[in-house]
C-alpha cells in the first residue's frame, strides 16, 4: 500500500476527493479543511494499493494539485486493517507488477544528474577498476562495478524516452558521456602516476591476464550480458526492490572497460583502447536498449491488465460506496 498525502486549494478538495473515492483500491480517505498553511489549503490524506497507484496520482495531476498544492506518496511497510485489504484485493492487477512512473521519474532524476558527487563515484570506481585490470584482480575490478553509479542515467534515459521527455532524456545522456570522459580522463592522470611511483608498469598491463582480459575483448556474451542486466535493472526499480541493484551492477562491464581503455590510452596501447571502448559501448548499448523495452513491455502488460479487471472492479466499488 502507499499513502499519500494532499495539499489542495479548498477549490480544487471535492474535485479530489471524488477522484479518489471513484479510484478503485482506496482506502482510510480523511479531510483536514484549512489545515495547510503553505501553501493555503486543505489536507487530504488517504491509502491506495500500489497497483492503482499510478493511475490516482496521474488523475491528481490532471486537476493541478502537484502546480497549486503538493502531492507525498510514501509507502507503508505494515497495514493492519481490512479495509486495506478489501482495496488491494479490488485493485487491478498484482502490486509487484505496478509501474508509479512518476515515481520513478523521480528516483532516477537524482541519478542522472551531473553532480560533483556522481563524478567522484565514477572517477573513483573507474581508478579502483584500473588498479583490477593492471594487477588482474577479480575481486577489484567487482568492488569497482559495484560503486560505480552509471546505472543511474542509463535508467533515468531509458524513463526519459519511453515517457518521451527530451529535457531529462539529455540530462541523463550528459551525465553519462560526461561522467566517462571526466573519469577516464582522470584515470590517465592516475595511470601516469602510478606509472612514476613504480606501482604500474606497461608489462603488466600487456601480460596475460586471464581474470580481467576480457573487458578488451567483447563478443556475443557481453552484449547478451548486458541486456539481461539492463532488464533486472529495470525490473528492481519499477519494482522498489533496489536492493538488486548490487547484482545488476557488478554483471556488466563498463566502469572496468573504461578503466582498462584509460590505462591503455596510458601507455600508448591502441589495441587494448579501441576493444575497450567497443566493450564500454557494447554494454551500454545493451543496458539502455534493455531497460527501454523493458519499460514499454511493463507499460502494455499493465494497461492490458487494468482494462481486463477495471470493468469488473468499478461495480464492486460502487456497490460498497452504496
Not at 72 to 93: M, Q
Not at 230 to 237: D, P, R
Not at 308 to 317: G, H, I, L, Q
Request: aromatic letters at 4%; one cysteine or more.
Amino acid at each position: 500500500m502507499l499513502h499519500l498525502r494532499l495539499i489542495t486549494p479548498s477549490d480544487r478538495t471535492d474535485a479530489a476527493v471524488r477522484l479518489i473515492e471513484e479510484t478503485v483500491g482506496t482506502a482510510h480517505l480523511a479531510v483536514v479543511p484549512g489545515a495547510a498553511r503553505d501553501p493555503v489549503g486543505d489536507i487530504v490524506m488517504v491509502d491506495v494499493a500500489r497497483e492503482a497507484g499510478d493511475e490516482l496520482i496521474s488523475g491528481l495531476c490532471d486537476l493541478g494539485i502537484d502546480e497549486c498544492g503538493s502531492i507525498s506518496v510514501e509507502n507503508i511497510d505494515l497495514s493492519l486493517s481490512k479495509r486495506a485489504d478489501d482495496a488491494e484485493e479490488e485493485a487491478p492487477g498484482e502490486g509487484a507488477d505496478a509501474v508509479l512512473w512518476e515515481q520513478l521519474a523521480e528516483g532516477t532524476h537524482e541519478e542522472s544528474t551531473l553532480s560533483v558527487t556522481y563524478l567522484a563515484f565514477i572517477t573513483l570506481a573507474t581508478m579502483i577498476a584500473a588498479c583490477g585490470v593492471v594487477l588482474d584482480n577479480a575481486i577489484l575490478i567487482v568492488g569497482a562495478m559495484a560503486v560505480g553509479p552509471e546505472f543511474g542515467p542509463l535508467a533515468g534515459f531509458s524513463t526519459a524516452v519511453v515517457r518521451r521527455r527530451p529535457r531529462p532524456a539529455v540530462r541523463s545522456l550528459t551525465a553519462l558521456l560526461v561522467g566517462f570522459a571526466v573519469a577516464m580522463a582522470a584515470t590517465v592522470l592516475f595511470s601516469l602516476l602510478m606509472d612514476g611511483l613504480g606501482l604500474f608498469t606497461e608489462a603488466q598491463l600487456e601480460a596475460e591476464r586471464p581474470s580481467t582480459a576480457f573487458v578488451y575483448a567483447p563478443d556475443a556474451f557481453s552484449f547478451v550480458v548486458a541486456v539481461l542486466a539492463g532488464i533486472a535493472g529495470t525490473l528492481s526499480l519499477t519494482s522498489a526492490k533496489s536492493g538488486l541493484l548490487v547484482g545488476v551492477a557488478i554483471s556488466v562491464t563498463t566502469v572496468p572497460a573504461a578503466a582498462n581503455a584509460a590505462v591503455a590510452l596510458s601507455y600508448g596501447d591502441t589495441a587494448q583502447t579501441l576493444g575497450s571502448v567497443n566493450q564500454l559501448l557494447l554494454n551500454l548499448l545493451g543496458i539502455v536498449l534493455a531497460g527501454t523495452l523493458t519499460l514499454l513491455t511493463q507499460k502494455w502488460l499493465w494497461h492490458r491488465a487494468q482494462s481486463r479487471t477495471r470493468t469488473r472492479a468499478r461495480p464492486a466499488r460502487s456497490d460498497r460506496l452504496t
